[in-house]
């Protein structure tokens, strides 16, 4: 009798690993990544960048097309995507867009001293110029550009394994997006804490006119942040359409979990976004995830639910977000970590 | 140039362009650039409101002109009784739980104390009415998406004529814009943007998903018109007449034989255009309306006291002005104003279909509109409207002329030709960006600023 339940306990431990946790970790990585873009921005230019998810798409375009040349030349990284090795290209490419427009047109207004919401309109201009280029150039379809081996873990395998009923699947690219992430991550924390650069970037993004009169450039400063946006936007990008696909359109819908990710952490503060990012993707899969197989195990035969035992329908997946982001508007406006407020 | 000759010169210019495409392309095509045009400036005009008189920044157009849109689809559908005799009754329970939740949660917010408890006990309230809720709309939901799928499923309407739902539409979006105005407004601008942004998603979503209400995906056409339909013109005997009438010269030279043919022919042309001209009338109508009442609140001291909350908040404010409730206030007049439209474009589209709602197309391109036009000048925002939504439309023949141009020394075989050729159209969403750019940096008022009487430059 309990091992017949401590078995039925596990597979449905599986089944959530298998629905929830895993597909919502690697998901979160993503929304961490572009909501760190955004609060770079944020902190430092003091705007919400409207067209981070058009980067996102830009960038994650540029990788794209050089996949395509590598695979036709015969180039593969072995069982790993082909994609990581065109990353570095669409990175410059997506940082060099950002800079580009960042002189052509962020700069004036940041020299005039612009009322934070010229800037947001302007970032709107930004984004249909992005738009237009990206669906000019790769079209409004979708792509598909993931290559290599497919899973780390099949389903079958483990239930092999294991000799559980229910399988666990990982894929390479939510295992590939979970390492990527916590790397980059590391990375750009040490970056930030303990380079003369970094420091400067906190400094500026504190009190800028303490770091004025300290002697750091505001040129460099604003240069390394839309590097760092570029880097930032291309990863997350391409880790998002490696593990499903690649749709300019889908990129823009994005803009609106990863504001939330953005303002739930707190806008401007890294930590908070990371956070962020997860509390968004956790909830989203939770919340649309139908339980009823998940019940089937936990309960006793004869009180299984007939329904699917889904709180909301996958397409409510913003909702999610935008609820959870008018709750934090309203009990704690400066979102978890204390974010900035402008 | 003074402001009065450059707003009549810059509408002159756009009646000219209008004409241009009439004699080029043809009348079909510029009433149907022209009808949109209205629909598009009193969007514009409401965003003006938001924006050029109070400075909110509101990027949820979409959800708003969408409501508007679910307006004409409850007001105009005959209302399908056997899904209302399936479903209705759980329905309405359910409706009742859900206000119940909600004034249990408003209660309890404000008769407990702050802190853990308060939290605790409202999260209790608002997850058990949501079960206590499905559990009754469940079973109701299903029972209306049953009744005959494929023509009906859902609940119908009201059965009115459509032009209600042009009132209804406004309506609808101005209680969705109350509620989100309680939550956001009185924060910062981005936010508010954000949550926008936010809402008119979820708005999009449950149109696409509640198959009981709206038909979802599945859309609803057939709605009914406020104008005449072609055939019936075409059958009745003055409009022929009328038609051959007017034609008299061109008919006479024809051959005789020929004649009926001729004149049928026309008769069909003729009446598209006569059907659109009605629809180019009516909207016409609600513009000049909208627009009087506009100039009229701008102009008064109401107008001034917005004018001076979007100048300077602060001092507003010390001056007794309560800046939440004016810009609450006038959040749901604009978004009332874009609902309208909203309702008036599926009228237009004769159906709804939810999932042509796209922000670029329906919140962004507004704002280029506005921003364009001139913030702040009710008739810049029209002008902005007229101007912005011509090119997004005649972008698509002009940018494929000029690459047809540009590539014809490819070959027509040619990888980058076809693929350019294929792609052209996006480029209309770079040219708006870009002039969205170039007005903001180059001419930031607009191309008919915003007019200040007796007020000295700024220094």
């Known amino acids: 009798m309990t091992e017949w339940f401590s078995n039925d306990l596990i597979n449905a431990l599986v089944l959530i690993s ?54 036709s030349m015969g180039i593969s990284f072995g069982p790993l995507p082909t994609a990581l090795l065109a990353l570095p290209f669409g990175i410059l490419a997506a940082g060099i867009l950002c800079i580009i427009f960042d002189r052509s047109v962020y700069k004036y207004y940041r020299q005039r001293k612009s009322a934070p919401v010229v800037y947001v309109i302007a970032s709107v201009g930004v984004m249909f110029m992005i738009n237009g280029i990206v669906r000019f150039i790769i079209g409004p379809n979708d792509q598909r550009f993931a290559d290599g081996e497919r899973f780390i873990i099949k389903a079958r395998e483990f239930k092999q394994m294991t000799g559980l009923s229910e399988g666990l699947t990982i894929k390479v690219s939510q295992g590939l997006t979970i390492f990527i992430a916590v790397a980059l991550v590391i990375a750009l924390f040490w970056f930030l804490q303990r380079t003369r650069m970094g420091k400067a970037m906190r400094a500026f993004s504190d009190n800028e006119d303490l770091a004025l009169l300290s002697g750091i450039n505001p040129d460099r400063v604003v240069l390394v942040t839309w590097v760092l946006v570029g880097l930032l936007a291309t990863i997350a990008g391409t880790l998002y359409g490696l593990d499903k696909s690649f749709k300019p359109f889908t990129y823009l819908q994005l803009l609106l979990p990863m504001f939330a990710a953005a303002i739930v952490g707190g806008i401007g503060k890294p930590v908070g976004a990371i956070v962020g990012g997860f509390v968004i993707a956790f909830s989203e899969v939770t919340v649309t995830y139908a339980y009823k197989k998940f019940f089937k195990y936990l309960l006793p035969e004869n009180m299984e639910p007939d329904g699917l035992m889904q709180l909301l329908s996958t397409d409510y997946k913003f909702a999610v977000s935008f609820i959870i982001l008018v709750v934090v508007l309203v009990v704690r406006p400066t979102g978890i970590f204390k974010g900035k407020v402008v | 140039m003074s402001v009065r000759n450059r707003t009549l010169f810059s509408f002159a210019l756009m009646v000219g362009l209008l004409l241009a495409v009439a004699f080029l392309q043809s009348w079909s095509v510029t009433l149907a650039i022209l009808n949109l045009c209205l629909i598009s400036a009193i969007m514009a005009l409401g965003v003006n409101i938001q924006w050029g008189y109070a400075g909110l920044f509101n990027v949820g157009i979409m959800g708003f002109a969408a409501l508007g849109g679910v307006a004409a689809v409850l007001v105009s559908k005959a209302p399908v009784v056997e899904a209302w005799s399936a479903g209705g009754g759980g329905l309405f329970v359910s409706l009742i739980c859900i206000v119940f939740t909600v004034a249990l949660s408003v209660f309890a917010y404000r008769r407990l ?62 209680g969705a814009a109350w509620i989100v105005g309680k939550v956001a407004l009185g924060l910062r601008s981005d936010y508010l943007a954000i949550a926008t942004l936010g809402i008119s998603e979820i708005i999009i979503a449950i149109l696409k998903n509640e198959d009981w209400l709206t038909r979802g995906v599945k859309n609803v056409s057939g709605l009914s018109r406020p104008v005449p339909y072609e055939v019936e013109l075409q059958k009745n005997s003055w409009f022929p007449e009328l038609v051959e009438k007017l034609n008299a010269d061109t008919l006479s030279s024809v051959a005789l034989a020929d004649r009926s043919g001729a004149l049928q022919k026309l008769v069909i042309e003729y009446s598209s255009v006569f059907v659109k001209l009605c629809y180019a009338g009516l909207f016409a109508l609600v513009l000049i309306v909208l627009l009087v009442l506009s100039a009229k609140a701008l102009n008064s001291p109401w107008g001034r006291m917005m004018r001076a909350i979007r100048d300077n908040e602060v001092s507003a404010s010390a001056m007794g002005k ?21 309702a008036m474009l599926t009228t237009l589209d004769g159906q709804f279909t939810p999932g042509t709602y796209n922000p670029l197309r329906f919140t962004f391109l507004i704002w280029v509109m506005v921003i364009v036009g001139g913030s702040g000048n009710n008739l810049g925002a029209v002008l902005g409207g007229f101007v912005i939504w011509f090119f997004w439309i005649e972008a698509e023949p002009m940018g494929l002329w000029l690459v047809d141009a540009l590539t014809s020394g490819f070959g027509d075989s040619s990888f980058i030709r076809i693929h350019m050729m294929e792609n052209a159209q996006h480029m209309r969403l770079f040219l ?25 430059k700024e220094e």
């Open chain 2, 322 to 342: 309560d800046i939440t409730a004016r810009h609450l206030q006038v959040f749901v007049l604009g978004s009332a104003v874009v609902g309208i439209a909203g």
């Open chain 1, 18 to 71: 298998n629905f929830v946790l895993v597909p919502a970790l690697s998901y979160g990585s993503q929304l961490a990544l572009g909501a760190l873009g955004i609060t770079l921005v944020y902190g430092v230019l003091r705007f919400s960048n409207f067209a981070h998810g058009d980067t996102m798409a830009f960038g994650t375009m540029a990788v794209i097309l050089v996949t395509w040349w590598f695979q």
């Open chain 2, 113 to 174: 104390p702050q802190g853990r408890n308060r939290v605790l006990c409202l999260s209790l309230i608002i997850v058990v009415g949501y079960f206590v809720t499905r559990y009754f709309a469940d079973p109701a939901i299903a029972a209306i998406e049953a009744v005959d799928a494929a023509k009906t499923g859902y609940l119908g309407g009201m059965g009115l004529p459509i032009m209600f739902s042009w009132i209804a539409g406004g309506l609808f979006a101005a």
């Open chain 2, 432 to 456: 708006m960006g870009l002039v969205l750019l170039l007005v903001m940096r180059f001419s930031p008022g607009g191309i008919l600023p915003e007019v200040v009487h007796r007020r000295k």
